[in-house]
């Protein structure tokens, strides 16, 4: 998954370092008032922002409006119960406090995006597989599956999102963020190389390109007793 972290104080840049160590994929703005152009073009499964940033520069309003989808992590200092019930019912998802230890927000955070795409467990099957979006690895039986972490990346994404469309742009903004994308040729090579993983199981989940539009995964077998992503 990827993150759009807003690191606009030292604990947030911290976070931000401990969440790069898990290998979430982060979208770092480091500047207050971009923060809503960042969360805007995005394509990240979570906004997380210190709620300092709502005093001078937005919303939770606004950036419910901008991006409705994705939620909103709120990292707070010292605040009361009053406080927090306020910042929920006007958009967060969560408010965690910056002095909790840096396990538990990250635990938090990782509930928070994968509930969004209606995933309780970590662990969670797609048709045939198994995703463990903790270790950031995908099973078929007992075999686990050799991807890149960009293909892994790609295939976690669709698989978040079953049936639905996704096109080009977006898949590349996910997995690349605002860094340099490569060449249309190269992120061809990476779906022809993601196919090549799935042939063993393509009669039951498969990558179906839309001409002109873009991808979407296709999932006509399902685990009969476990959760699947495509319920």
Same mark, same amino acid.
């Given at each position: 998954?990827?993150?759009?972290? &807003?690191?606009? !104080?030292?604990?947030?840049?911290?976070?931000?370092?401990?969440?790069?160590?898990?290998? !979430?994929?982060?979208?770092?703005?480091? +500047?207050?008032?971009?923060? @809503?152009?960042?969360? $805007?073009?995005?394509?990240?499964?979570?906004?997380?922002?210190?709620?300092?940033?709502?005093?001078?520069?937005?919303?939770? +309003?606004?950036?419910?409006?901008?991006? %409705?989808?994705?939620?909103?992590?709120?990292?707070?200092?010292?605040?009361?119960?009053?406080?927090?019930?306020?910042?929920?019912?006007?958009?967060?998802?969560?408010?965690?406090?910056?002095?909790?230890?840096? @396990?538990?927000?990250?635990? $938090?955070? +990782?509930?928070?995006?994968?509930?969004?795409?209606?995933?309780?467990?970590?662990?969670?099957?797609?048709?045939?597989?198994?995703?463990?979006?903790?270790?950031?690895?995908?099973?078929?039986?007992?075999?686990?599956?050799?991807?890149?972490?960009?293909?892994?990346?790609?295939?976690?994404?669709? &698989?978040?999102? %079953?049936?639905?469309?996704? !096109?080009?742009?977006?898949?590349?903004?996910?997995?690349?963020?605002?860094?340099?994308?490569?060449?249309?040729?190269?992120?061809?090579?990476?779906?022809?190389?993601?196919? +090549?993983?799935?042939?063993?199981?393509?009669?039951?989940?498969?990558?179906?390109?839309?001409?002109?539009?873009?991808?979407?995964?296709?999932?006509?077998?399902?685990?009969?007793?476990?959760?699947?992503?495509?319920?």
């Amino acid at each position: 998954m990827r993150y759009l972290i &807003a690191e606009t !104080t030292w604990k947030m840049m911290s976070l931000g370092h401990a969440l790069s160590q898990t290998g !979430t994929l982060l979208t770092r703005c480091e +500047a207050a008032e971009d923060i @809503e152009e960042f969360h $805007r073009i995005g394509a990240h499964d979570l906004l997380v922002v210190d709620a300092g940033v709502l005093r001078s520069h937005t919303t939770l +309003a606004h950036l419910r409006d901008l991006n %409705p989808e994705v939620p909103i992590a709120l990292i707070a200092r010292e605040s009361d119960g009053a406080q927090i019930a306020a910042w929920l019912m006007a958009g967060a998802d969560t408010v965690l406090s910056s002095d909790a230890a840096p @396990e538990e927000i990250i635990a $938090r955070l +990782a509930a928070v995006a994968r509930r969004a795409h209606g995933v309780s467990l970590p662990v969670s099957d797609c048709g045939p597989l198994r995703f463990d979006l903790e270790r950031r690895r995908v099973h078929f039986g007992a075999t686990t599956l050799s991807l890149s972490p960009k293909l892994y990346e790609i295939l976690e994404f669709l &698989a978040l999102r %079953p049936g639905r469309l996704a !096109t080009r742009e977006t898949l590349m903004s996910h997995v690349y963020g605002f860094e340099n994308e490569p060449a249309p040729r190269v992120f061809d090579v990476y779906m022809c190389n993601l196919r +090549a993983h799935l042939a063993p199981v393509e009669a039951a989940l498969s990558i179906e390109t839309v001409r002109g539009e873009g991808y979407r995964l296709r999932v006509t077998e399902r685990r009969g007793t476990a959760r699947t992503l495509a319920a």
